[in-house]
């Protein structure tokens, strides 16, 4: 089994850097023991990047998440299980997990997206628990629910709550999207764990910053988005909306929305788009240390993720070592060098 130390490496701990020291990559694993290990000096080292918030279309996902520092990520929609079950447990790329098939309304956008299947449909309560147990079975790891302001064609609020209790019974996270202020008060009154997107435009009321469990905002795809439409003011109310969240204490993920779907109004790259949003979180408010927890330490203890996020002896070797000082200037996650996907180096990191 092969062995590497990093040495003379400054760790980021989740509060700052550590001083130079040393991590030794012991086969998939993070070790403890130099003694014979091959050696490479110097450079700021992360834990593996989380992005929070995906779509999956193919293999090159994966190869362009890796390069860019990015050693899992959480698929929010996926409608074929045999494309996830090709995707899953890759040597040297990315571990994935995904909500499988999301729960939507019958006239929202996500109704008219093209290969959406009927069976995403649910407007009744009635449907929840079967529909549930049909993701369980197909191996989703968590429920997502598209919500859209009430009446705009949405799951409506008994349904959108009878999925989340439903899910929560079978013992999974509820993911929901809100890309409106309506949709994110639903949300919250459904009792969802985790909202994903900031809404366009009307910043989130006080109330529901005051309710808010955890966010994972999708910045650079609302910003993509806002230009689309030729009205970049739309984002400022996202901005707003997180800078409000994350000064009440709101956890803040970084996720991307990265995704080559037709039909949907903005393109994120797999990869480069988690650097754009940490910088936009940082734009936004947050300081450089919490914008590289919201993707590492945060989005790990908020999907479960308990084998990665930190780097500590006997945890995944999932790693990403940079040339800067990402606290002092965000950027510097861009200047990869290398990364090693559960022990496996990634061949032609972005940045080298």
């Not at 993070?30 to 834990?47: R, S």
């Not at 997107?197 to 469990?213: E, F, Y």
């Not at 590492?296 to 203890?301: D, G």
Request: negative net charge.
């Amino acid at each position: 089994m092969s062995r590497t130390a990093l040495t003379n490496v400054r760790v980021f701990d989740g509060t700052g850097l550590t001083e130079p020291r040393t991590v030794v990559i012991d086969g998939g694993l993070i070790g403890d023991d130099p003694a014979g290990a091959e050696t490479i000096d110097g450079g700021v080292l992360l834990p593996g990047l989380i992005d929070a918030h995906i779509h999956l279309d193919s293999r090159e996902n994966l190869e362009q998440l890796a390069r860019h520092g990015v050693t899992t990520a959480l698929d929010m929609a996926a409608f074929s299980p045999e494309l996830l079950a090709s995707l899953r447990n890759q040597p040297g790329l990315t571990d994935i997990r995904s909500a499988g098939l999301p729960a939507i309304g019958p006239g929202g956008v996500h109704a008219r997206m093209p290969g959406m299947p009927a069976d995403a449909v649910v407007t009744d309560p009635g449907q929840a628990k079967d529909f549930v147990a049909a993701r369980v079975a197909a191996g989703s790891d968590y429920l997502k629910i598209v919500l859209e302001a009430p009446g705009r064609g949405g799951p409506a609020l008994p349904a959108a709550r009878a999925l989340t209790e439903a899910a929560h019974e079978a013992g999974l996270l509820v993911v929901a999207h809100a890309t409106s202020a309506g949709a994110y008060t639903m949300a919250l009154d459904a009792g969802v764990d985790i909202l994903t997107h900031a809404p366009l435009g009307a910043p989130i009321t006080a109330d529901d910053v005051a309710r808010a469990g955890v966010a994972a905002p999708t910045l650079v795809m609302m910003k993509g988005v806002s230009a689309t439409a030729g009205r970049p003011q739309l984002y400022e109310g996202a901005k707003a909306s997180v800078t409000a969240l994350y000064r009440a204490g709101v956890p803040i993920l970084a996720g991307t929305d990265a995704n080559n779907e037709p039909g949907v109004p903005a393109k994120v790259a797999h990869g480069a788009g988690l650097h754009e949003e940490l910088e936009l979180l940082v734009a936004a408010g947050l300081s450089t240390v919490d914008a590289l927890r919201a993707a590492t330490v945060l989005p790990a203890k908020h999907f479960g993720l308990d084998d990665r996020g930190v780097v500590q002896p006997g945890l995944r070797a999932d790693l990403v070592l940079i040339d800067g000082d990402p606290i002092a200037d965000i950027r510097a996650t861009r200047a990869i060098t290398r990364v090693w996907c559960a022990g496996t180096e990634v061949k032609d990191p972005a940045g080298r």
